[in-house]
């Protein structure tokens, strides 16, 4: 999920909102307009909107600083992140890969909890510190800084919950790989937990909003599918990747990579090779070396009646800048680069040489092959 709209940067992290959050913004306004006017009813209508504003954006606050503490252990980890976005059921943030040891993802999960319980205690203690108006109620700053206290602490217990993707399942996992020594199988078990913890919130909600008519079951509802969602995702890739376990991007990739000869027009590359063999990728050699790939797709970058005139060499991408593998990289490692750059294959490259072709079909046969053979 990507911001849609970028509200600027932290911590060199791109900080934006999805625009499912807008319409929780308004919900979340209204609730606390709702609960501020029949809690202290003393109030001015116009301190009552105030303080139902100043809570949401306060709250929203929140919800990015459990994010960026998230983000920041990644980082001392050594882990690229790229964006945090705000969406209807929460926050994210985009972590360029996963966490390479369990210590990190450990952290990494606690953070955000242990961020919001800060928050929590600390908004806990500087309200009652404020204290009470002379009518009785509190100020509007303390009753304010109050209720963000409860919900800091109330979004730091939800996420302690231990089902993956949640952050008390990324503490399990984190504990079960320490102690098994066995990623897949702690993604495994985490997952399974966050299938049964997302199970457990739908039918919640569903009872609670057939039941009692309330909003906020079909919310809960909506977090128990996406929460499911995410954890199958979760449990099927941990299958792929074990089933992927051992093996090394050579004993997959294709060798049979044709060629096109760089100065070779487009037009030509178009009628002989596109056209004729169907296939997507092709190395592009000059002086009996490859210097880059060209796809298919990349022709349509060129207006068609210019086709005779560019050669092959001047559309191709530089070898150097293509996202490539070693022969040597694992299978596994390869695959999560694709997922992550949306890629369905990669060149083979070893020591500025071109070794062959790595395609998703390559992996998907293979896990077909390894999976008759096990039955
Ligand atoms: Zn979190």
Same mark, same amino acid.
């Given at each position: 999920m990507l911001p849609s709209l970028r509200l600027g940067r932290l911590a060199g992290i791109e900080v934006g909102i999805h625009y499912t959050w807008l319409l929780i913004a308004v919900l979340l306004t209204g609730s606390f307009f709702g609960y501020f006017s029949n809690t202290y009813t003393h109030w001015p209508l116009r301190t009552t909107w105030s303080a139902a504003i100043v809570i949401s954006v306060l709250f929203f606050a929140s919800i990015i600083l459990h994010e960026m503490a998230h983000a920041l252990v990644a980082k001392a980890y050594g882990m690229q992140v790229r964006t945090i976005t705000l969406f209807a059921l929460g926050g994210v943030a985009h972590i360029?890969?996963?966490?390479?040891t369990a210590p990190a993802e450990f952290w990494m999960g606690l953070a955000g909890p242990v961020m919001s319980a800060a928050v929590g205690f600390l908004c806990g203690w500087l309200g009652s510190w404020l204290g009470a108006s002379a009518q009785g109620g509190f100020t509007p700053v303390a009753a304010v800084l109050l209720s963000l206290s409860s919900l800091n602490l109330m979004l730091a217990m939800f996420n302690l919950i231990?089902?993956?993707?949640l952050d008390g399942g990324r503490i399990l996992r984190a504990i079960i790989w320490a102690l098994s020594g066995d990623e897949n199988r702690a993604t495994r078990i985490a997952s399974r937990a966050g299938q049964g913890v997302a199970l457990g919130f739908f039918g919640l909600g569903l009872w609670e909003f057939l039941?009692?008519? !309330? +909003?906020s079951g079909l919310w809960l509802g909506l977090l128990g599918w996406f929460l499911l969602d995410a954890a199958t995702a979760s449990y099927v890739q941990a299958e792929v990747l074990t089933g992927l376990r051992?093996?090394?991007?050579s004993e997959l990739m294709s060798n049979d990579c044709m060629t096109v000869p760089g100065d070779m027009p487009l037009q030509r590359f178009a009628d002989e090779y596109v056209l004729k063999t169907g296939r997507r990728c092709y190395a592009v050699e000059d002086r009996d070396t490859i210097i880059g790939l060209i796809t298919a797709?990349? +022709?349509?970058?060129?207006? !068609? !009646?210019r086709w005779t005139q560019i050669p092959v060499m001047q559309v191709a991408h530089p070898l150097a800048e293509v996202r490539s593998v070693s022969p040597d990289t694992p299978v596994a490692e390869a695959l999560q680069t694709m997922g992550r750059e949306d890629l369905n294959q990669l060149p083979v490259v070893e020591a500025g040489r071109m070794e062959g072709m790595l395609s998703r079909g390559h992996i998907l046969r293979a896990l077909q092959t390894r999976s008759e053979l096990s039955m």
């Open positions: 360029e890969k996963q966490a390479a231990p089902g993956f993707p039941g009692a008519e !309330s +909003l051992g093996m090394r991007v797709a990349d +022709l349509t970058k060129v207006d !068609s !009646s």
